[in-house]
């Protein structure tokens, strides 16, 4: 940016400020936006599969509208890794949402969806009443295939992958420490 001098007369001293270059200060910021998503994104693709359940499970913990997550023994997957609950917005009551975590080298495939939606079915069948719903969480995402049984399914099943997990964390604060241009 430029420097501009000017001379105060009552105090009989010059006063330097330097003009700021709004542009150029939201280009840099935009810069380190996508420095911070690149780091988070390797970082995630880095740890283990059991320290990727961790991570969501801490995700989750520190996101408020989610509430009491369960996760499982490792030992007893059953179809799922953790479960979340998130309030109704009208009438309060509980939406149980079982979590898939998928940390392999390739999507997610119709076989693992379906295991997700069988474990969902056998869920309502123990309590009728308990709402529940699927969450796929991958580092590649889902094939087609997957995609078109969850859409096909009864049951609501939404997929998150490493991108949106990715995104997540910056929304939030997760991972980070943000630091602010006055």
């Known amino acids: 940016g430029e420097w501009v001098a000017s001379y105060w007369f009552v105090h009989e001293g010059w006063v330097f400020s330097k003009s700021l270059d709004y542009e150029r200060i939201a280009t840099v910021s935009r810069e380190r936006d996508e420095i911070i998503k690149s780091r988070l994104t390797n970082k995630i693709r880095s ?3 059991e320290d ?3 991570l969501l ?4 913990t520190q996101l408020e509208e989610y509430g009491d997550p369960t996760k499982r023994p490792q030992t007893r997957d059953g179809g799922y890794e953790m479960v979340v609950t998130r309030p109704h917005k009208i009438t309060g009551s509980q939406e149980h949402i079982y979590i898939q975590a998928k940390h392999q080298s390739k999507k997610v495939s119709v076989g693992q969806t379906r295991e997700l939606i069988g474990t969902l079915d ?8 308990k709402r529940v719903s699927g969450l796929m969480i991958s580092i590649k995402g889902a094939t087609p295939d997957a995609l078109s049984a969850a859409k096909k399914s009864s049951f609501q099943i939404d997929f998150l992958d490493l991108e949106d997990l990715v995104n997540i964390m910056y929304r939030y604060k997760i991972g980070w420490r943000s630091r602010e241009l006055r």
């Open 47 to 49: 740890i283990s599969p």
């Open 52 to 54: 990727f359940e961790y």
């Open 57 to 60: 499970f801490e995700i989750f």
């Open 122 to 129: 056998v869920t309502t069948g123990e309590n009728r009443s």
